[in-house]
């Protein structure tokens, strides 16, 4: 197998998924002690659990205005919300966009854009689905708001769902990063929110696939209306 071959097969982990990984082997060296199928099955959901952490590059645009995908995942929701009080961004609505993630994608999560963190509030809560309207409120979650060069800011709200039970921010106020940078994590299955400045539209459509750090989320300098898609 070629290098580009392996390079597309095996993907860097992220170092939170190193003792899960361990664990699953483990067990599945015992099962394969007890009976061989039952080993097998181990392997299955070992592999699931080295590809659940997997941590690749992407390849981020670089033109400054760009908003990006936090998330691999699927747009669940767009409508108007408060952002989390937590944040100390006011009481008007903005544009929330939602991103869901399943446990077969990559949950490591990176910055819409460019600039200074402002604020980061962990909040405890419950573990509905993830998927729903009220999982924004609900739910555990932790809020990163980012200030950019010209001021504005955005909110950045990781939030637990069903299997989660881990939310994992690496960043505090006063880091400085840069559009598509690793921030963070949520374990198995959660979903991402995040707050567009006032009079920016989604360049989004409810139900597209998303690629953290590389999907174009916003342009801040577009004056396009929201968009729509049809499924063909």
Do not use: H
């Given at each position: 197998m070629s290098a580009s071959m392996l390079s597309t097969v095996i993907k860097p982990v992220h170092r939170e998924g190193y003792p899960f990984i361990a664990v699953f082997a483990g067990v599945t060296l015992v099962?394969?002690?007890?009976?061989?199928?039952?080993?097998?099955?181990?392997?299955?959901?070992?592999?699931?659990?080295?590809?659940?952490?997997?941590?690749?590059?992407?390849?981020?645009?670089?033109?400054?205005?760009?908003?990006?995908?936090?998330?691999?995942?699927v747009i669940s929701l767009i409508e108007p919300a408060v952002p989390p009080a937590e944040l100390g961004m006011g009481d008007n609505a903005l544009t929330r966009v939602s991103v869901f993630m399943n446990v077969f994608n990559c949950h490591v999560n990176r910055t819409p854009i460019a600039g200074k963190i402002s604020?980061?509030?962990?909040?405890?809560?419950?573990?509905?689905?993830?998927?729903l309207d009220k999982a924004?409120?609900?739910n555990e979650?932790?809020?990163?708001?980012?200030?950019?060069?010209?001021?504005?800011?955005?909110?950045?709200?990781?939030?637990?769902?069903?299997?989660?039970?881990?939310?994992?921010?690496?960043?505090?106020?006063?880091?400085?990063?840069?559009?598509?940078e690793r921030f963070g994590m949520i374990r198995f299955g959660s979903r991402l929110d995040v707050?567009?400045?006032?009079?920016v539209n989604?360049?989004?459509?409810?139900?597209?696939?998303?690629?953290?750090?590389?999907?174009?989320?916003?342009?801040?300098?577009?004056?396009?209306?929201?968009?729509?898609a049809e499924v063909r």
């Open positions: 099962l394969f002690l007890i009976w061989q199928p039952l080993g097998w099955i181990g392997v299955v959901l070992t592999v699931w659990c080295y590809y659940f952490f997997r941590d690749p590059d992407r390849f981020t645009p670089q033109r400054e205005g760009l908003l990006v995908s936090p998330a691999d995942g604020a980061v509030s962990y909040r405890p809560g419950k573990f509905l689905n993830a998927s924004s409120v609900d979650r932790n809020s990163v708001a980012v200030e950019m060069a010209d001021g504005r800011k955005i909110a950045v709200v990781q939030i637990a769902g069903l299997v989660a039970r881990r939310i994992v921010c690496e960043v505090k106020p006063g880091d400085n990063l840069a559009t598509g707050y567009l400045p006032e009079g989604p360049l989004v459509a409810l139900g597209q696939t998303m690629v953290a750090g590389e999907t174009v989320l916003a342009d801040l300098a577009a004056d396009e209306a929201r968009r729509t």
